[in-house]
């Protein structure tokens, strides 16, 4: 399903050998990372511990990878509830993220966030987000901010088609584009907002076409493949950093898992096989093989360090000590 | 060692409210079950009634409530939204003033602030701005509550806001009949009434009459009868109070009530209550500050102030942002042990 509004592909030697591997190792991780969290989850449940809700990123992470390769560490993004990806290629680190997963005292947030709720403003990494759209208008704010500082900053936000109906959407995007504000949004449309498919949820076809209505660019991409990501974002950031404005950019793509783990699937059996055929790991991972970046044993070597090191954050963040409940009215005020 | 609240706490309350209540029923149901039960009656009698809101239709709505409605009722009827929150609340407004009846579904009440403008500055409003010439026959159902950890954006519990708005009325069902009874009359009600539901309370089971019932807006219920002291409790908080009760017979005797519905609200039944047994505990979930317990307080203190032999006291929920992890959100929170020592206390006083 690449889109055809988007013919032009990038000069694949733009991105240097290195880069790709790292891109691959971050869409491993990810990937690793919500393997080893659903099976930790389902662990503690079967022990009689419920631990929130779940939102994996599995299918996605071409998105997610792309944004780590390009974007620097001061440069703000601001996820969703389905947020594990963007803040591992933000550079979050996954043993922190596995003991906030657990509502451990040494995770993220100290055990008071949880999955959707992990935030590193070092990193540049603002947070995950309960609320569908919660994002957008404080997106706005951080370019603002970046903008007012006299700064280079850049800021992405992440929403799911779902978001893009939420009245946020058309305050944030009207103000970025009035503004000219350096900040790229960037919807992954994943074809279902919860149980709700996306005709139910949107009138048109791309939802790029709204840029249109703001008087910034808007494109509508296959967000499974690296390269096409990679190049349309990096375009974008560049504008952004020169002071030439937002940008919309609407990646189709897939999520492999239901909506989150208490949730059961619904969705069509064939139309998830067609994208489970897609997956954006296993297609740039062929790119690379094909493009002779990567040998088979170096491909394997590599996913495997990954797995281990995910496995240490799993026994990590199991170790980590829970909270001191006397601590409940800590970091209420600032 | 970490117990599942979800599981243990439910099979408790459970099995306590089969127990509970005079006449035995044959007919045992969930307060899901009671729920739709209210909803679908409404909708085959009135053809104006319709349902509008997220995932509702197909999937049957995130805690199942509307189940099988999509079927019954087909998709005018069983409007299925956008995620935006605040058109399916002003639509549901608009709709009310012209002559329909909706029932609008918000997922968490957390996103009913997306809707804060048409609940609070539109629909609490209009009838009053129009000297009655405008009616908003509406009803917002949310889910809330805590105990799953789903942290500080997914646990808020919102009576009080609603409370606070002149012109909105405000249920809170604790068990499955009273959810099918107030919601038959929320229906019917001319009014706009947010109608709040606990999420742990969707799994509880319920013995109950075959033929179908309502029950009244501002009338308390009076789930124990007792002499030594009344705790009037809400929602989920009604079961914690009610096991809390069964721990401390024999040795205090414990009367709770639940007001069922927050506006309007019996403050006869509980004055009566008080000035039977001299003390008052108030139990919710929600935050004690500004709360639901700190407007029931006043309210005894101005009608039966000289009755009382102790300080009347509210436990509520701690004055932060609900904590995701187990352990935190856990002491956040009322839990049973709590109302024994806070009874126990007061009793000594
Ligand atoms: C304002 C608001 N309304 C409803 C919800 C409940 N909810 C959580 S995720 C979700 C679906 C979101 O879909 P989308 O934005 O497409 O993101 P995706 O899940 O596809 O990543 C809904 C309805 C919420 N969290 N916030």
Redesign the interface.
């Known amino acids: 399903m690449t889109c055809q509004k988007f013919a032009k592909c990038l000069n694949r030697r733009l991105i240097s050998e290195k880069a790709k591997i790292n891109i691959l190792r971050m869409m491993y991780l990810i990937r690793e990372f919500e393997i080893a969290s659903r099976k930790m989850f389902k662990e503690h449940q079967a022990r009689?511990?419920?631990?929130?809700?779940l939102h994996n990123c599995d299918g996605q992470e071409a998105i997610a990878a792309s944004m780590g390769a390009i974007f620097r560490k001061d440069d703000y993004v601001f996820t969703t509830f389905r947020g594990h990806g963007h803040s591992l290629a933000k550079g979050a680190e996954p043993k922190k993220m596995m003991a906030?997963l657990l509502?451990?005292a040494a995770g993220y947030?100290k055990?008071?966030?949880?999955s959707?709720?992990m935030f590193d403003p070092s990193i540049g990494l603002m947070g995950g987000?309960?609320?569908?759209?919660?994002g957008l208008t404080l997106a706005v704010g951080a370019a603002l901010s970046a903008q007012y500082r006299n700064t280079d900053q850049v800021c992405i936000c992440f929403f799911g088609d779902?978001?893009a109906?939420?009245?946020a959407f058309h305050e944030a995007l009207n103000m970025a584009g009035l503004w000219r504000l350096p900040v790229i949004y960037i919807c992954e449309n994943n074809l279902w907002?919860?149980?709700?498919p996306i005709n139910?949820?949107?009138p048109i076809k791309d939802i790029s076409d709204r840029a249109a209505g703001y008087n910034i660019p808007g494109k509508s991409i296959d967000g499974n493949d690296v390269y096409i990501v990679y190049e349309t974002l990096n375009e974008a950031v560049i504008k952004a950093r020169k002071g030439e404005g937002a940008t919309l950019i609407e990646c189709k793509t897939y999520r492999h898992h239901p909506h989150c783990m208490v949730?059961p699937e619904?969705r069509p059996k064939d139309e998830k096989q067609a994208w489970l055929a897609k997956d954006p790991i296993s297609c740039f991972e062929n790119m690379l093989l094909q493009e002779n970046i990567l040998c088979r044993e170096e491909q394997q070597k590599l996913r495997k360090d990954v797995r281990d090191l995910v496995a240490e954050a799993v026994d990590y963040a199991e170790k980590c000590p829970?909270?001191d409940?006397n601590t409940?009215?800590d970091y209420?005020w600032a | 060692m970490l117990k599942s609240v979800l599981c243990l706490m439910l099979i408790l309350y459970m099995t306590m409210s089969g127990r509970k209540g005079a006449k035995r029923y044959m007919r045992e149901i969930t307060y899901t079950v009671a729920l739709r039960e209210a909803i679908t009656e409404e909708m085959e009698n009135d053809k104006n009634v319709f349902l509008i809101g997220e995932d509702i239709a197909d999937f049957g709505g995130v805690f199942g409530v509307t189940k099988g409605l999509l079927d019954k009722f087909g998709r005018n009827r069983v409007r299925q939204t956008p995620i935006s929150e605040g058109a399916i609340i002003g639509a549901a407004v608009g709709s009310a003033m012209t002559g329909i009846r909706p029932i609008a579904e918000i997922m968490y009440v957390d996103f009913i602030t997306f809707g804060i403008d048409q609940m609070v500055n539109q629909a609490a409003k209009l009838g009053y701005m129009s000297a009655g010439a405008v009616k908003v026959p509406l009803v917002v159902r949310a889910q809330q509550g805590c105990g799953t950890c789903e942290a500080a954006q997914h646990s808020q519990q919102l009576e009080a806001w609603f409370m606070h708005t002149p012109g909105l009325k405000v249920a809170m069902p604790s068990d499955a009949y009273d959810a099918k009874g107030l919601l038959k009359i929320a229906i019917r009600d001319d009014n706009p009434v947010v109608f709040l539901e606990h999420r742990l309370l969707y799994a509880t089971k319920q013995n109950v009459p075959d033929e179908t019932w309502t029950v009244p807006f501002g009338k308390a219920a009076i789930k124990r009868k007792g002499k030594e002291i009344t705790v009037v409790a809400t929602s989920f908080c009604v079961h914690k109070a009610l096991a809390a009760a069964e721990k401390l017979s024999g040795k205090i005797d414990v009367e709770v009530i639940d007001p069922r519905t927050l506006v309007p609200l019996d403050i006869d039944t509980i004055t009566e209550s008080v000035k039977k047994t001299g003390r008052l505990l108030v139990v919710h979930e929600s935050v004690t500050q500004c709360g639901v317990g700190a407007e029931i307080v006043r309210q005894v203190m101005e009608k039966c102030f000289r009755s009382l032999k102790s300080v009347p006291k509210v436990l509520g929920g701690a004055s932060i942002p609900m904590p995701f992890s187990r352990v935190l959100e856990e002491k956040a929170i009322p839990q049973e042990l709590d109302i024994i020592e806070t009874v126990e206390k007061m009793i000594k006083e």
């Open positions: 009689g511990e419920f631990l929130g809700a906030e509502g451990r947030s055990g008071r966030g949880g959707m709720h987000n309960g609320v569908v759209g919660g779902g978001a109906a939420t009245g907002a919860a149980t709700t139910f949820g949107c949730m619904h829970l909270p409940v409940l009215y209420v």
